[in-house]
């Protein structure tokens, strides 16, 4: 699938600006950004629910501007399922089927398959409100496999549960459109749901897709500030760029293109603390966070700001009392980002 150049106005204000995206079939691709950013507008132009006032959309080759919503080979995962509360599962996945007369025993035939897809053999008669969160997304999923997408579109499919359930299906659902092999869009803005789910990642930012590319990259080089922030934990200060070359605050230098006023930024495993004597970039440990095998240090610095330094708990020599006096090291200086905003 191809998004070529896409515009979209509502009245005077524009909400998407050029945005440019390539789908390889079978690809995950989230779209990742704050509120407001476009996600939902470009997956409802994608869908066909809205006109896109410039550039185009292919699926397989074939424009889709002249293809009317109903016509368009996509299906379409809400936030709010929108399950019907008074049809039974088997009726709910089978809605669409029947309202394009669709012949019964294929329903039939088409209905049970998605339900095996979704693990849900054996609860075609049951309603909505007898299956759990879960239960009622995978239906929701069903419901649109059951119409044979060549693209599928999900919109924050998983809002409405709770943390754990979440990120049990966020690993269901990649395993079976993989599975599937259907190309997808996920959008979410949850930074670690898109580092779970996808291929690709394209993180939005008002309107326009700001970086497109694997999780890896963008989490090891972010084209900006904005998508180094946005994905993953990161550490920033001000720097001056000279002759190519920027100097790190424990006394490293790196390359950069860039001259004058610089933003740094390093990752927290990019870090570690030694005792104060044994380099200048000195802070007090704060406090220390537990975070499953990591421990994440974080350390003031004396204007006040504070960096965050992860170790991983068997790496860690001796404990680290609070208020402890250290300095901080950067392990691969040619891992810091460099950026001129
Ligand atoms: N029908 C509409 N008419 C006018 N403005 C709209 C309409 N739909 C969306 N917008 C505006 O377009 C912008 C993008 O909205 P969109 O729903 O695409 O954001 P989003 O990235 O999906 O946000 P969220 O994460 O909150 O769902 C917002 O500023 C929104 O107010
Ligand atoms: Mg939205």
Known sequence: MRIGAVDKYFGATQVLQNCTLDVGDGEIVTLLGPSGCGKTTLLRCIAGFWD?????????????????????????????????????????????????????????????????TVSLEGFESRYPAQLSGGQQQRVAIARVLVMQPRVLLLDEPFNALDAKLRSTMQVELRQLIKQLGITSIFVTHDQEEALTMSDRIAVMRGGRIEQAATPDEIFDRPVSSYVADFVGTSNFWDAQAEAGQVTLPDGQSVETGLSGKVRVMSRPHNLRLAPEEQGPWRGVVLFQRHIGPLIEYHVEMPDGATIKVAAIRQDRVRPVRDRAAVSIGIIDSAQVSVFAD
């Open 52 to 116: 896109a006032d410039a550039g185009r959309i292919e699926i397989d080759g074939q424009d889709m501007t002249p293809v009317p919503v109903n016509r368009r080979p996509v299906g379409v995962v809400f936030q709010s399922y929108a399950l019907f509360p008074h049809l039974t599962v088997a009726r709910n996945v089978g809605y669409a089927l029947r309202m394009r007369g669709t012949p019964a025993s294929e329903i039939e035939a088409r209905v049970t398959e998605a339900l095996r």
